[in-house]
Structure formats: structure tokens, C-alpha cells
């Protein structure tokens, strides 16, 4: 009678749930808008929580905190159920994470992410489908530019009829802010994103460069970057699949079309997209990184459609290949070091291209009725298809020996708590230490005349290495071995002529000041003294006089060449706080 009882009371329990999902309306505005309307963040916020509590295939969590004190929340779709969020990075399931909102205004993934996990939920053989993948999105990352309303920054875009602002509360484009992480968006992301560790990363963007028949294109981590059997991967499998999957589904794609204020025929560059950038900096911890761009100048409804169709797509992909993604990524780190060596700057290789069928507009210039000069037209009654050049293969210009650890010395907080942040494992030396290493000094370097993203930004950057030496650490001192997982991050944040290192992001900018110097009238002294006692740096001097006319112009300048080369010149000047062990 008892078990009976039981039996009836699981059953009417069981009735009440599915009730629950029958009533609750999950039907997005976007649908109820015929497309032209997007949800506003607390909206969207709402809708994911119903889910959650609708559906036991949903989790919700929030992570971290954003500039603007809210938290970020990441949906969680498992079939088994409610998820334990410390055991995503250890599943053996397929494991994909997909960013919306990172620029508001660009809402398509927002929305189309909510249809995704939506439609999936409550199919039966969706279900299914997708029961040995874990499909994580974060619903808005920018929070503070979504709360920051609008119908008229994005001037060139069509629908949908309210959106976010592109910068965040502070006014950081947090797709420039990767692998700085001056934001605490950005510091909440690395924590989603290595408690997720995904096989595959979605993020969803919207744009415009020029005009063409496509309403989504797309803009996969460069291959040559990602290197190794996973850049070869990604290439001649990944992208043509997913291509090949959109095109059985009649929805047009081709790569990021990489031109702005020209036509495209001529053919263009793939996107470079360096560790400042989403995708560049997923791909240092070996994930497969695909950007989606749709073509702003289209309906709002149709590229949430096709935004919607890819995700699929991408996720139909990882599934698949579920078994060779995890195989690449675990041999990903050992790969890198049988190399030895590791690639930190590129360039095109215009030798090199790939040919595309490219549907687009024919463009003239015509004159312009607004202003005295010529504007750019596309002739929308003009389509074309032609081959054109995409210049997909970079090649390396610059390669550094790959050490067995950098040392960095301690008082760098900011870049610790990065190391930090991104789980990159280091230890402290106990006591004060003697090793052999590797010094490095800067020796030129340009910085950018205009701010960005709250920099000045070095580049060109070109640093002395010393032959190895003794040198003492202190107690406290950071020791990073380089085999471990976050081997990418490591050398191209601490190897200072790398694009996106933390020199040229400014975090060692106190090195480039000197804090002693000389008076000329005293020190005229000292280094007529000098000279006198060192007659190789006098034969130098007396050489460089005669051969470098501005020099020999410029007597502060001699004279200050003369103090660089003495004891009084200090040696922090322009030295690098970090050092390498081979």
C-alpha cells in the first residue's frame, strides 16, 4: 500500500512539472516582434532563469562580477540533469561555450542563443542529439553597455529597433580586452572560461566593412596561430564542414570580408586575430575559436535566423568530432615543446592565396551629395560572383627559443593576478636564490600617438638578450615553468617583442623611466676621468664620432653615451623584471 501511495504521489509530482513547462510561454520577443525587436538585459536575464527553473536540462549560475557590480551568468544545458558547474572542465562530454553581447548593440547571438537552448530543451530529439555535449552560453557579456539603451549609435545597421552601446560602463571595447583584463568583465570571463574549458568557443558579433550578398560570414581562429594539428584541423576540416552544413541548409557564407572603404574584388587578408581579441585568446589554451559576423546591412530577423542555423551547425561539428577535438587538445601542449621553439609575430604571405567564389555587388565611386568629394555605391541590382584572392596563410617573422621557466621578479601585482586569473600555475622561491639565466634588456620600441583601450600601446618592439649570467632572486620570487597548459599565454604575455605582451600593453612602463641621472657640470669630470682609465669604451666613443653625424652634433648626447657606459648608469633602466631559464 505504501509503495502504491508513493508510486501516485511520484506520478501527480511528475504531472505537475510537465504542467509547469506546458504553461509557462518561452516564446522570445524577438518572435513576437516578427524580428525587429531584441529583449533588454534584465529581460533576457528573466528568460534564462525560466528556463532554469522549467527545465532540470538547465542550469544557471552566476560567476564573478562585471565594471557595472552585476554578475555574470552562464546557461548550462546537460541532459543529465542539473549541473555541478566544478566538474565542466573534467567532462568528457563535448564541451562548447558560446559569448553574446560582447558589443551589445550586435544582439543577434543574444537572441539567437535563446532560441537555441529553447527549441533544444523542449525537443525531445534535440535532446538526444545532444546528450554527450555540454552546451554552455553566456547570455550577455557586456552588461553595462546593454543597460546603456539606444537606437542610434550603430548608424549603419539595420534593426533591430532598441540595442545595447558597444563599450561597457567604462567605455572599453571588451573585445580589445583579452589578455590585458583591465575590466572586471574581462576577469570574470577567464573564470567562465577555464571552469568551462571548452572544446569549442562561439563568439557572436554583427558588422559591416563593405557590401555583398552574404548576411553572415565568419572569421575562424587564424590557422597558422593556432599552429600544429589543431590550426590544421580547424582549417581543412572545421571551417569547409561548417560551411558545407549552412550550404545544405541554403544559407550563403564566406570569411569575414577584411576590407573598409574598398571594394572587395581585389581580394583581402584573414582577420589576425592576436590575443587581445576573443578567439586569439581562446586559442591559447587550445580551443577551436570561430567568430560569427553577421552583415549588419541585412534584416534583423534573417541574421538571427542564420546566427541560429550556425550555432547548430557548430555544434552538429563538435559533436561529431567530439573524440579528435579532445585528442588535438590534450597533444596541443606537448606538441609546442617538441618544437622548441614558438612563433610571436606574423605577416601575410601574399605568395599564398586562396581562391573564393565571392557573391558580391558591383561598386563604383560616384560624387557625392552630401559633401565636395567622391563616396563609395554598391549596385544592389548589380550582383556578382567571382574569384577573388583570400589571403589565409600567415607566416612567421619572428621565433623565441622556448625556455624551461621565466622568473619574474615579485612586486608585479597586475600581471600576477593575471597569472592568476588565468590559472597558470607558478611557484614562490622560498629562499633567496643563485640561478643562470637569461637577462633581457629593451632596446627600441614605438608607441601609438592616441589612446586605446586605456593605452598608449608599444609595438615594433626589440629587446637585447643577454648571454647567460648569475643572477640572485629573493625570497618571493616567481618561478612559471613553461610545460603546462597555459604554455601559449605564458610567452605571449611575458615575451615582450610578442604583439599583446604585457610590456607593449604598458604593464612594465616604470623600467623606461630613469630615476638617477647627473649634472653635466659635475659629470664632465667623471667621464674625462673614465675615458682615461678605459681606452676600449674612448676607442668606441672616438669611432662613433666620426661616424654618426647627428651624434657628433650633439654634445649631451656624447656625454650621455659616456654615462650609460659607467658604473653610475643604473642597471633597472630599460631591464626587464623577468628572466629566462633553459
Not at 291 to 315: I, N
Request: one cysteine or more; glycine letters at 4%.
Amino acid at each position: 500500500m505504501k509503495k502504491l501511495a508513493v508510486l501516485l504521489l511520484l506520478i501527480i509530482v511528475a504531472c505537475k512539472q510537465e504542467s509547469k513547462k506546458e504553461t509557462k510561454d518561452f516564446t522570445t520577443l524577438f518572435e513576437t516582434s516578427n524580428g525587429t525587436e531584441t529583449p533588454t538585459y534584465n529581460e533576457v536575464i528573466s528568460y534564462y532563469k525560466g528556463l532554469a527553473d522549467t527545465y532540470s536540462e538547465i542550469s544557471l549560475f552566476e560567476i564573478g562580477t562585471t565594471d557595472i557590480s552585476k554578475p555574470l551568468h552562464l546557461a548550462v544545458f546537460n541532459t543529465d540533469g542539473k549541473t555541478d558547474i566544478n566538474q565542466i572542465k573534467n567532462s568528457s562530454k563535448n564541451r562548447v561555450l558560446i559569448n553574446n553581447g560582447i558589443h551589445p548593440g550586435e544582439s543577434d547571438g543574444i537572441d539567437a542563443s535563446m532560441l537555441l537552448l529553447r527549441d533544444i530543451v523542449q525537443n525531445d530529439s534535440l535532446k538526444s542529439k545532444y546528450k554527450n555535449s555540454l552546451i554552455c552560453v553566456i547570455p550577455v557579456y557586456n552588461i553595462g553597455g546593454a543597460l546603456n539603451r539606444n537606437s542610434h549609435t550603430r548608424a549603419n545597421q539595420n534593426g533591430p529597433k532598441e540595442y545595447g552601446f558597444r563599450g561597457n560602463v567604462r567605455n572599453y571595447d571588451l573585445n580589445r580586452d583579452f589578455i590585458k583584463q583591465d575590466t572586471k568583465n574581462a576577469a570574470a570571463f577567464a573564470e567562465i572560461f577555464h571552469t568551462v574549458n571548452p572544446d569549442v568557443f562561439i563568439d557572436n558579433h554583427v558588422s559591416n566593412g563593405a557590401d555583398y550578398q552574404y548576411a553572415i560570414t565568419h572569421l575562424f581562429t587564424q590557422h597558422n596561430q593556432l599552429g600544429g594539428k589543431l590550426g590544421e584541423f580547424i582549417e581543412t576540416k572545421m571551417r569547409p564542414e561548417i560551411e558545407q552544413s549552412l550550404a545544405q541548409k541554403n544559407i550563403i557564407i564566406t570569411p569575414y570580408v577584411n576590407v573598409w572603404g574598398t571594394t572587395p574584388e581585389s581580394g583581402w587578408s584573414q582577420f589576425f586575430d592576436s590575443p587581445r581579441y576573443s578567439t586569439g585568446y581562446t586559442s591559447l589554451f587550445n580551443t577551436l575559436g570561430l567568430m560569427v559576423e553577421t552583415h549588419m546591412l541585412k534584416p534583423y530577423k534573417t541574421r538571427v535566423e542564420q546566427t541560429y542555423e550556425l550555432l547548430f551547425s557548430t555544434l552538429d561539428f563538435s559533436k561529431e568530432k567530439s573524440n579528435e577535438i579532445k585528442e588535438l587538445r590534450k597533444n596541443a601542449v606537448q606538441e609546442i615543446i617538441n618544437k622548441k621553439t614558438y612563433p610571436i609575430a606574423f605577416t601575410v604571405d601574399k605568395e599564398n592565396p586562396s581562391t573564393l567564389n565571392f557573391k558580391g555587388y558591383e561598386g563604383i565611386f560616384i560624387d557625392s551629395k552630401v559633401t565636395n568629394g567622391k563616396r563609395l555605391f554598391y549596385d544592389r541590382t548589380k550582383p556578382y560572383t567571382k574569384e577573388i584572392s583570400y589571403y589565409n596563410n600567415y607566416i612567421p617573422t619572428k621565433e623565441v627559443t622556448i625556455p624551461k621557466a621565466y622568473i619574474l621578479e615579485q612586486g608585479w601585482r597586475e600581471v600576477v593576478e593575471r597569472l592568476q586569473n588565468n590559472n597558470i600555475e607558478f611557484t614562490r622561491f622560498k629562499n633567496n636564490t643563485i640561478l643562470t639565466v637569461e637577462t633581457q634588456h629593451i632596446k627600441n620600441f614605438e608607441t601609438r600617438n592616441t589612446a586605446y583601450e586605456g593605452h598608449y600601446l608599444h609595438y615594433n618592439t626589440e629587446v637585447i638578450k643577454t648571454e647567460n649570467q648569475q643572477i640572485k632572486f629573493n625570497k618571493g620570487d616567481i618561478y612559471i615553468p613553461t610545460n603546462q597548459t597555459g604554455i601559449r599565454y605564458i610567452i605571449e604575455t611575458l615575451e615582450a617583442e610578442a604583439v599583446d605582451s604585457f610590456f607593449n600593453w604598458n604593464f612594465f612602463d616604470t623600467i623606461l623611466q630613469q630615476k638617477e641621472g647627473y649634472s653635466a657640470y659635475v659629470f664632465e669630470d667623471i667621464a674625462e676621468a673614465f675615458l682615461q682609465e678605459n681606452p676600449t669604451i674612448k676607442k668606441q666613443f672616438e669611432e662613433k664620432l666620426s661616424t654618426d653625424e647627428s651624434f657628433a652634433k650633439n654634445p649631451q648626447m656624447q656625454l650621455y653615451w659616456i654615462y650609460t657606459k659607467t658604473p653610475h648608469y643604473e642597471k633597472a633602466h630599460k631591464k626587464l623584471p623577468i628572466f629566462k631559464l633553459y
